[in-house]
């Protein structure tokens, strides 16, 4: 006899949305485990991690209604996966990321101030991806992470990533607030975040430094 575990449509896409995530903290405990273990480069696991990171924050985004507390959810599923909690939803960041930013303790920046960054580019980025492209949901985004860049004492004035928020930004206040960005004009933007997420990761300083 076959069981079916919902009614409609809606309950289907819940119980898809429940094993998606289910699976991306899962992926996220292994994939802290073998990096402790060092079964993976550094490289390796953050480029992974980020990923994971960021289709978190996009899908626990869509489910905060009937997900409020991740916590919670992995304790009703038994998953037993407190690296994968800690590096989703408390850190936010690689455990590379954090390492970088621990190395800089020594200098005017601090550590919280380099998560943040990292937190507003990726917060840009998959917004992009989930066709947020009014001027009043960029514009805010930009900002903040404007905000964080000039907050860094170790990045020049003309670092790429803040010369490009300062053109974005420039560029949506002349703009009405309902208006959108054109397909053309949000690839570039992406692609500009991008660039500069990669450069701004380049110039933070290694742990062995």
Not at 154 to 176: A, H, T
Not at 185 to 193: I, N, P, S, V, W
Request: charged fraction near 25%; glycine fraction near 2%.
């Amino acid at each position: 006899m076959e069981v079916k575990l919902w009614n409609d449509k809606r309950e289907r896409e819940m119980y898809e949305n429940f094993a998606e995530l289910y699976a991306i903290i899962k992926a996220t405990e292994k994939l802290e485990k073998a990096y402790i273990r060092d079964l993976i480069s550094p490289s390796e696991y953050e480029t992974e991690c980020q990923k994971l990171i960021v289709h978190f924050k996009t899908l626990s985004a869509t489910l905060k209604d009937l997900v409020p507390n991740i916590e919670r959810f992995a304790e009703t599923y038994k998953m037993d996966c407190s690296a994968a909690v800690y590096r989703l939803v408390t850190s936010g960041v690689p455990a590379t990321v954090e390492h970088r930013a621990a190395a800089m303790a020594s200098t005017s920046s601090s550590a919280s101030v380099v998560a943040e960054c990292v937190q507003n580019f990726i917060t840009s980025m998959d917004s992009l991806k989930l066709n947020m492209v009014a001027v009043d949901q960029v514009y805010p985004l930009l900002s903040d992470l404007s905000a964080s860049l000039q907050k860094l004492s170790i990045l020049p004035p003309d670092f790429e990533g803040k010369m490009k928020m300062k053109e974005w930004l420039l560029r949506l206040s002349k703009m009405g607030a309902s208006d959108e960005l054109t397909e053309q004009q949000a690839r570039q933007l992406h692609f500009d975040l991008e660039s500069s997420y990669n450069s701004f990761m380049a110039a933070l300083p290694s742990a062995g430094n």
